[in-house]
């Protein structure tokens, strides 16, 4: 399918049932991206691993009984690692205990709110179980509203191994490393179904999304897939594109279901902001005192970690990525700035230039980073847009972060 236009340019069996395996994974992660979005999780919250969680079998992210990991860990485990046990121990945190059935319940509800009327889950990882079917066009269907709702995932989906407790994981998708524009999304294996995979891939502003179920093995899932690609990308670029027909799709709520609110943790402080870099539009008048008080530093110690900042910026400015447009040195500096959201975010650079603002947004997700591109408006100066990461729960997570940032000289996340 052609996310941009909805329209269907190949398929075959698409309404057959087929038990989804780890492409179920994709829906454990659209409800944690729901739960982030309505401050129900917070990228660093703290996550206790039961020994349930451990047991899981298949593919694992390698946790521990009695381990503490936090949600950011957790979803690369189960975008890379394809981690059974990392689901599970998501699914229980988000269920308020030990089990994980209201997360199972919210999944089905999700399900059929985006109109995905041939699937069942039994489970928040795939695994073999009684009845938990779906098919080709419902995973068309959860994958296109996941990626236009949530396209920072790719982020994690893009990476090609993942490292945890010493051990080294390796995405399973084939064709990150040997297909032209790919990068995402999800495989998936159980003897019943066979190989399974959503893939998607951007050229240019094309980004196609396939669906390949019940492949003979995991060569021949990549075949085909690089089959179904080169044919969808070739027929985007004729002059005037037919497809078969326009998927029928649900508009979601935008909300985490019911039978999960309820049994959800919740943040202080509001609504927790999406990682996006996506630029946000620059506040009315009434809003801009209050915006500019919250970015201010509020402490002496504050000031003291802006003016060290801004001290190493300049050791850094030889390796700054060769866009950066900084308005003010003390708007370029890498400092720790009280959100008006209550957590706290650094500053990593400022642009008079959005796109070079989103560009090095964009630079700092593939990193893996949690980013967003704030447009501000200050009196005398002009609009610039500042690239903040974050946001974190307290000023020692931002610290430790913006330390590794300025002694590194560039940007990791492991």
Do not use: W
Not at 98 to 107: C, I, L, S
Not at 205 to 220: C, E, K, M, T, Y
Not at 302 to 318: C, P, V
């Amino acid at each position: 399918m052609d996310l941009s236009t909805g329209h269907i340019l190949y398929e075959q069996n698409a309404d057959d049932q087929i038990p989804p395996a780890s492409l179920t994974k994709i829906i454990t992660l659209y409800l944690a991206y729901e739960a982030l979005q309505e401050n129900r999780l917070n990228y660093t919250d703290t996550v206790l691993v039961s020994r349930e969680a451990t047991q899981e079998s298949g593919s694992r992210m390698s946790l521990k009984p009695g381990e503490r990991v936090i949600i950011r860990e957790l979803m690369k485990g189960i975008a890379v690692a394809s981690g059974n046990d990392a689901c599970v121990a998501l699914a229980q945190h988000l269920s308020g205990g030990g089990t994980t059935q209201p997360f199972v319940e919210a999944m089905n509800k999700k399900a059929h709110e985006l109109g995905m009327t041939g699937t069942t889950f039994k489970n928040p990882n795939g695994l073999p179980a009684d009845g938990q079917l779906t098919t080709a066009r419902d995973m068309l269907k959860l994958s296109a509203s996941y990626l236009r709702r949530f396209p920072q995932s790719l982020t994690f989906h893009s990476m090609t191994s993942y490292v945890h407790n010493n051990h080294n994981h390796h995405n399973a998708n084939r064709l990150l490393n040997s297909y032209d524009g790919v990068d995402g999304l999800k495989t998936g294996y159980v003897q019943a179904s066979g190989y399974n995979n959503v893939v998607t891939a951007k050229r240019g502003d094309q980004r196609i999304i396939a669906v390949v179920l019940g492949a003979r093995n995991a060569g021949s899932r990549a075949a085909i897939t690089s089959q179904l690609l080169n044919m969808s990308f070739a027929k985007v670029r004729e002059s005037s594109p037919q497809g078969l027909a326009v998927l029928e799709e649900k508009r979601p709520r935008g909300l985490l279901p019911a039978v999960l609110t309820a049994h959800a943790p919740v943040q202080n402080g509001g609504p927790a902001p999406m990682v996006s870099i996506a630029p946000i539009p620059a506040p009315k008048a009434a809003a801009q005192q209050v915006m500019a008080a919250a970015l201010q530093p509020e402490t002496a110690e504050l000031r003291a970690a802006q003016r060290l900042a801004d001290s190493k910026m300049n050791q850094l400015a030889q390796t700054a990525d060769a866009s950066a447009e900084p308005v003010a040195k003390s708007q370029s500096s890498m400092v720790q700035r009280k959100t008006s959201k209550g957590g706290f975010a650094i500053q990593e650079s400022s642009f008079q230039s959005r796109e070079k603002a989103e560009k090095r947004a964009r630079h700092l997700v593939r990193k893996g980073l949690p980013v967003k591109v704030v447009a501000t408006k200050l009196d005398g100066k002009g609009r610039f847009y500042r690239v903040l990461v974050g946001p974190y729960a307290s000023a020692e997570d931002a610290r430790k972060t913006r330390d590794k940032l300025l002694d590194r000289g560039s940007v990791t996340v492991e």
